[in-house]
């Protein structure tokens, strides 16, 4: 038995006209992903536009700039022995140590008296460490104009040569008088031991002839000791030169800070990718609303 349906022929028409449709739009499918993004391509550009706009004005004027500036500082050890390459891994390893003491507080406190406002801010504003594991130290300040970055890192650098000289100069004078010491005691014991072997070889010529074998081998004694105190003092004589200040370590200013480059904030970039970021958002949301639609 039929059941007598309670719409009008017209409204049954305009039911079985909306199914079809429906039958039709599941047949052919939905718009792709590319048409729901071209059909919104307007939208997406003014929104990303706005959000680049937006980020570059916020990061361009209102976030306070950041500029950085580096001095480097080369090291070289002198080695009295050994060839090329020995100086080369010397100074190396040497600057690797030294770098730790540019930022130690004697040489901020020596550099902040050369800045206004007494160098405020300037410990946090140092870094130090080596340029590739290489003979160069490198001082990198950081401040909020170009010109204070430059004399932060040029201030720092300065301090850091003139400490650096200063001890190796100190430990050069200490060891000079250290070893002036032991050569001025080393030329005593060899005159002792030059007038002994004379009194010998006296001894020697003129002693019993019974008593030369006795005679000579104190004599040879005497000589070798003589011959050895005199080995060591070329030692001496050796270490002397090697505690001049010509000797010690140079370290001097390579390349003096420039001008500072603003590190922090980067409009242009943060635009962009904020411009992207939007973008893709506005597009997935095309997207979302399409297939909520659809269902």
Known sequence: MRL???????????????????????????????TVLW????????????????????????????????????VTAHTVTGGLSDAITASNDLANQYAQVAASPTVLA???SELPDGGRGLSSAISVGTVGDQNLVRVTSLAGSPSLSQRRANAVANAFVVHINAINAQEAAD?????????????????????????????????????????????????????????????????LAGASVQA???????????????????????AAVAAIAMALAAGQILILVRLRRRD
């Not at 039958?23 to 052919?28: F, K, P, S, Y």
């Not at 002036?180 to 010529?205: D, F, H, M, Y």
């Open 4 to 34: 007598k349906s309670s719409l009008t022929p017209e409204e049954e028409l305009r039911e079985l006209e909306l199914e079809t449709r429906r039958m039709r739009d599941r047949g052919q499918g939905s718009p792709d992903r590319a």
């Open 39 to 74: 059909r919104g391509k307007w939208w997406i550009l003014v929104l990303a536009l706005a959000a680049g706009i937006a980020t570059y004005s916020v990061s361009r004027y209102v976030v306070s700039p950041t500029y950085s500036s580096s001095a480097d500082v080369v």
């Open 110 to 112: 020596n550099a902040a």
């Open 175 to 239: 060891l000079r008088s250290s070893v002036e010491r032991q050569l001025q005691s080393s030329q005593q014991a060899i005159a002792k031991a030059e007038a002994g072997v004379a009194k010998a070889t006296r001894n020697a010529i003129r002693g019993p002839r019974k008593r030369s074998a006795v005679l000579n081998s104190v004599l040879a004694a005497k000589q070798t000791l003589l011959a050895s105190l005199v080995t060591q003092r070329q030692a001496i004589i050796s270490d």
């Open 248 to 270: 010690q370590p140079s370290v001097r200013i390579s390349a003096a800070a420039g001008t500072g480059t603003q590190t922090q904030p980067k409009p242009v970039l943060y």
